[in-house]
């Protein structure tokens, strides 16, 4: 039996989100900055694809590139488990304007030099 390379698998996930998001050949090709005809040969494995014009393509279907390359070239992410309180943290963290993480960091910074007994 043989294996479909790794450009018919990327081919194929990038025509999956394309048509899940609506997006036409026409549309992602102008916004990736490339042929219509070089997205149909990528989509059909037909050409290999260089690292600059992933991530153009990731960037117009706004998705992390890992989304798009075949599972098993992706980079496994350790698990994290975190305490609720953590969570919570975190969250708080990301919905936070610049400033105010910044001034969270510095907080939290001088809060960890000292010692509490």
Same mark, same amino acid.
């Given at each position: 039996?043989?294996?479909?390379?790794?450009?018919?698998?990327?081919?194929?996930?990038?025509?999956?989100? *394309?048509?899940?998001?609506?997006?036409?050949?026409?549309?992602? #090709?102008? +916004?990736?900055? &490339?042929?219509?005809? @070089? /997205?149909?040969?990528?989509?059909?494995?037909?050409?290999?694809?260089?690292?600059?014009?992933?991530?153009?393509?990731?960037?117009?279907?706004?998705?992390?590139?890992?989304?798009?390359?075949?599972? *098993?070239?992706?980079?496994?992410?350790?698990?994290?488990?975190? #305490?609720? +309180?953590?969570? &919570?943290?975190?969250? @708080? /963290?990301?919905?936070?304007?610049?400033?105010?993480?910044?001034?969270?960091?510095?907080?939290?910074?001088?809060?960890?030099?000292?010692?509490?007994?």
């Amino acid at each position: 039996m043989k294996m479909k390379s790794d450009a018919k698998i990327l081919g194929e996930n990038i025509r999956s989100v *394309r048509k899940k998001q609506k997006i036409t050949q026409e549309t992602l #090709a102008f +916004d990736a900055d &490339i042929s219509v005809k @070089m /997205l149909s040969e990528y989509e059909n494995g037909k050409r290999e694809m260089n690292s600059q014009v992933l991530f153009r393509i990731a960037d117009a279907l706004m998705i992390p590139v890992d989304e798009l390359v075949p599972e *098993r070239l992706r980079v496994s992410q350790p698990e994290v488990h975190m #305490a609720p +309180d953590e969570e &919570i943290l975190l969250n @708080m /963290l990301q919905k936070m304007n610049p400033e105010a993480r910044d001034l969270i960091m510095k907080m939290a910074n001088q809060l960890s030099q000292t010692s509490v007994a």
